[in-house]
Each structure stands twice: as C-alpha cells, then as structure tokens.
T-cell receptor
Framework: GAVVSQHPSWVICKSGTSVKIECRSL??????MFWYRQFPKQSLMLMAT?????????EQGVEKDKFLINHASLTLSTLTVTSAHPEDSSFYIC??????????FGPGTRLTVL | AQKITQTQPGMFVQEKEAVTLDCTYD???????LFWYKQPSSGEMIFLIY??????QNATEGRYSLNFQKARKSANLVISASQLGDSAMYFC??????????????FGTGTRLTVIP
C-alpha cells in the first residue's frame, strides 16, 4: 500500500505553545487528506478534511482557529495545534485516500501537553 | 448519516483458534464500503480487508474474511488460526461511495482482541 509519513512521531510541549504536525504522502499526490484524533481507549474521530489549495473543512465542534490546517502541496498537509492545553493531548493521525476505495494512514503523532 | 457499532469491547481467543469480531452499521447511502483496520499498541492503523456493498461475495484476505450480511447490515470480521501477533484493537469503518466531496471513514468504537497462548 501507499506510504504516508508523519512527523514528529511524538511531541511533548508546555501549555500555551504551538505544535506543528506534518503529514506526507510519499507514493502519490493527494488533493485531499484527513486528520483524525484519537483519545486513549477511544475510536478515531475525524477532525477536518484538508484540501489542497483551499480551506480545510472542519467537523462540528472542532475549532478551526485552534487547529490550523495547511495543504500547500499535493504531498504535504500540516496540522498546527495553537496554544495547546493539556486537554489537547491525544493521538493525531492523518490519512490519504487511495485511488480506489482504500485509505492509507500515517503512523500517528502522540501529543502530550504539560 | 452513517453509524458503526461494535458491541464487543474485548475478546479473547486461544492461539490457533478462529474468532469473529462483530460489526453492524447503518447508512442511508445506496453504495458504501466497509473496512476493517488493526491497531497494535504502536498506534498505526493497518488496513486488513474491504467489502463493497455491491460485492456479492464475501471478501477474503489471507486469514481474514468478512462475513457480509447486507440485509442484517452486519460486516463481521473472521480471523482464522489466531496468532499471538493478532492481539490488538480492531476497528470497523465505513464510508459512502460515489459521493462528491470528502470520502472520510466513520469508525466504530473498536474491539480489543487478546490471543492467549
């Protein structure tokens, strides 16, 4: 399957700082990428859809000013958690739709906000 | 709207035995896809198997098979000959097909499978 990378794989930051997470599609170009969030012992919940060259589409309840998404190229989408707080500590996973019906996930980024 | 239900929070199976993980779904879409993913403790999401709503035959991928019963809206995952490495969280997911716009996945709450030696 396609390879999707995320960087960093884990990050610890102080409350109030901003953290940027990168998602790269290594095998093919992606006009759309998805950002999910997974709290401990819970399922994946879609946060937003990243659209290349246009604004991201956010799910209800997700603050667009707090979770900034930039999809500047066909292989890179970034999620920036601004002014992070402990409740933002979570596992953030991106995914890239494949050419058929599959969806390829990145390895995830574990964010811990102290 | 789409909804995925996994009623088994945890399952145990003896090594080398088969196990069935339940998944039921609800959707208003005429065409949709059903997926199973495995998530080990490392967190990565590993694609296991896919079933399209229009597929008449149940999907199979090695030791994984999907017991698709459209009328009952169920898409159970069957793992045969369980191995210790199968211990992980398993998520059932779906999305509508042939739709304009986003094609993100909707996930169930997951089932934690533990394989006993």
């Amino acid at each position: 399957g396609a390879v999707v990378s995320q960087h960093p794989s884990w990050v610890i930051c102080k409350s109030g700082t901003s953290v940027k997470i990168e998602c790269r599609s290594l095998d093919f170009q992606a006009t759309t990428m998805f950002w999910y969030r997974q709290f401990p012992k819970q399922s994946l919940m879609l946060m937003a859809t990243s659209n290349e060259g246009s604004k991201a589409t956010y799910e209800q309840g997700v603050e667009k000013d707090k979770f900034l998404i930039n999809h500047a190229s066909l292989t890179l989408s970034t999620l920036t958690v601004t002014s992070a707080h402990p409740e933002d500590s979570s596992f953030y996973i991106c995914s890239v739709p494949g050419p058929y019906n599959e969806q390829f996930f990145g390895p995830g980024t574990r964010l811990t906000v102290l | 709207a789409q909804k995925i239900t996994q009623t088994q929070p945890g399952m145990f199976v003896q090594e080398k035995e088969a196990v069935t993980l339940d998944c039921t779904y609800d959707t208003s879409d005429q065409s949709y896809g059903l997926f199973w993913y495995k998530q080990p403790s490392s967190g990565e999401m590993i694609f296991l198997i896919y079933q399209g709503s229009y597929d008449e035959q149940n999907a199979t991928e090695g030791r994984y098979s999907l017991n698709f019963q459209k009328a009952r809206k169920s898409a159970n995952l069957v793992i045969s000959a369980s191995q210790l490495g199968d211990s992980a969280m398993y998520f059932c997911a779906m999305r509508g097909l042939f739709q304009t716009g986003a094609n993100n996945l909707f996930f169930g709450t997951g089932t934690r499978l533990t394989v006993i030696p």
